[in-house]
């Protein structure tokens, strides 16, 4: 069956460390993978789209990857601060199928 | 602001109940959607529009009756609905239906309790 997964619930990580957030797929051959962040009582924020012929993409203190091979995205956040908090989610789509599909997200929590 | 607006943001309904959820975008988008985000569960598409025409139907019950009169208006009706349909019901939008290719804007959200 198709999963997607996301590391952890939830991490705390350390203001001014790199917060690394996974997300990893099975049965999936997405042609573009997204990157969201949602806020408490409110809807997904996007961050950053990759696609699945790209290695790395950046914007400020952001990075995602995409390893086709290992069926993993990471989302990296340099220099964390406490307003980066918040629940992230990665999202897909099979090739060809037109449905985005969410996974249950990782909520993070930068401590000051 | 996303450009993505929703109305109500609280609604409390009983199951013999009919009301209905509006949302509107500002972005000229030619897609808009309907998700369902449970405590605990992964955003679930509900519908999708594109170019007012209705593309995808996840296997929502009918309690759920969705209406997209123009590219900028979407509405979900709910008659009848159960208390596990309590949830927070997402509208989003993108430039148009294809699903990954672009981002969507999502609105704030209707927080929906069924009694």
């Known amino acids: 069956s198709q999963k997607i997964e996301q590391n952890s619930e939830a991490l705390n990580i350390q203001e001014g460390k790199t917060a690394t957030l996974t997300c990893n797929y099975t049965n999936y051959s997405p042609a573009y993978l997204q990157w969201y962040r949602q806020d408490p009582g409110r809807g997904p924020v996007f961050l950053l789209l990759i696609r699945e012929n790209e290695k790395e993409k950046r914007k400020e203190r952001l990075k995602v990857t995409f390893d086709t091979t290992l069926k993993q995205s990471l989302f990296h956040i340099t220099a964390s601060q406490p307003a980066d908090s918040a629940t992230y989610l990665c999202?897909?789509?099979?090739?060809?199928?037109?449905?985005?599909?969410f996974g249950t997200g990782t909520r993070l929590t930068i401590i000051p | 602001e996303t450009g993505v607006t929703q109305t109500p943001r609280h609604l409390v309904m009983g199951m013999t109940n009919k009301k209905s959820l509006k949302c509107e975008q500002h972005?000229?988008?030619?897609?808009m959607y309907w998700y369902k985000q449970s405590a605990k569960k992964p955003l679930e598409l509900m519908f999708v529009?594109?170019?007012?025409?209705?593309?995808e139907n996840n296997s929502v019950p009918s309690r759920f009756s969705p209406e997209c009169p123009n590219s900028s208006h979407l509405f979900l009706h709910l008659h009848t609905l159960q208390p596990e349909d309590s949830a927070l019901y997402l509208c989003?939008?993108?430039?148009?239906?294809?699903?990954?290719?672009?981002?969507?804007?999502f609105g704030p959200g209707t927080r929906l309790t069924v009694t």
């Open positions: 989003a939008s993108s430039p148009q239906g294809g699903g990954s290719s672009y981002e969507q804007y």
């Open positions: 999202a897909l789509e099979n090739f060809g199928n037109e449905k985005l599909t």
């Open positions: 972005l000229g988008h030619n897609a």
């Open positions: 529009y594109n170019f007012k025409e209705q593309t």
